[in-house]
């Protein structure tokens, strides 16, 4: 493997109308490992993917994958690349094998070579059992699995997948963040978008986080949670939408940020051990009662929750 990036974002933009979607988007995304975007629905991460995947064309800047520019040699990024989009792309009528037959010819693959892959897809995506039912009949997390055959029909370098956990069942979920991880380990590059935190913990080498149109932090899981400092985030619940004592946990001391939505607050804070009996002291003076705590230690939710002053939602 040569040391020449898989990816490489050079000041993306996209607008549509007055919506500034993407705004100097750049990274770096090295061969054989696993790179995600995580952020929130709307982040521009999906913008982002539709760019380097050459279904829009970007107002400014450019990207090449394995070498090939975007804006100049499409055709060489399209035989580099392998896409698992958001939404599926199948058609229901026809069986697991059919469809994958299908999108093999679009491939250009023929004969025994199709037949070949087919099969050794089916084993990857584990529905070899599964491959004569239609795929009208197969649950969420089935189709998503076909979905990322499709993908992997021409044997590319880099694949990317966007959002492909989105509404599975737990189970589906597991299989499909085994099969990212197994890809990498047969030496191929992912590029992978998430808005699930734990996710993105689990599996990437690299993180990149947008809001916005932008990336905002970027790093390895450990580089990025050093931003904050080691900071803890405390979780807890009151009996009442208490706003005066929301404002008086902002000032008190050791605590860095508090967001609120209705009875559930979260605080960052450098001492859990300092801070929470002064949050529990500010709430008696203000007839508030603590129902419920949690302390958690910092993780990429933090981060995001320092970097932008909110929680990073679904």
Known sequence: MNNSPAIEVLNLHRSFGGNKAVQGVSFEVKQGEIFSLLGPNGAGKTTTISMLSCLLRPDEGDARVMGHSIRSDQMGVKSALGVVPQEIALYEDLTARENLNFWGKMYGLRGSALKIRVDEVLEIIGLSDRARERVGKYSGGMKRRVNIGVALLHKPKVIYMDEPTVGIDPQSRRNILD????????????????????????????????????????????????????????????????????????????????????????????????????????????????????????????????????????
Do not use: C
């Open 179 to 314: 099969s990212v991880i197994a890809l990498k380990n047969q030496g191929m590059t992912v590029l992978y978008t998430t808005h699930y935190m734990e996710e993105s913990q689990e599996i990437s080498d690299h993180i990149a986080i947008m809001d916005h149109g932008k990336v905002i932090a970027s790093g390895t899981h450990e580089e990025l949670v050093k931003l904050i400092g080691g900071q803890a985030r405390i979780e807890l619940t009151l009996n009442t939408n208490a706003e005066n004592v929301i404002a008086e946990w902002k000032t008190v001391e050791g605590v860095d940020s508090v967001t609120a939505e209705e009875e559930k607050i979260s605080a960052l804070v450098n001492d859990s051990n300092l801070v929470l009996p002064r949050l529990f002291e500010s709430a008696t003076r203000h007839s508030a009662r603590i129902t419920s705590v949690e302390i958690r230690e910092p993780n990429l939710e933090s981060v995001f929750l320092h970097l932008t002053g909110r929680a990073l939602r679904d």
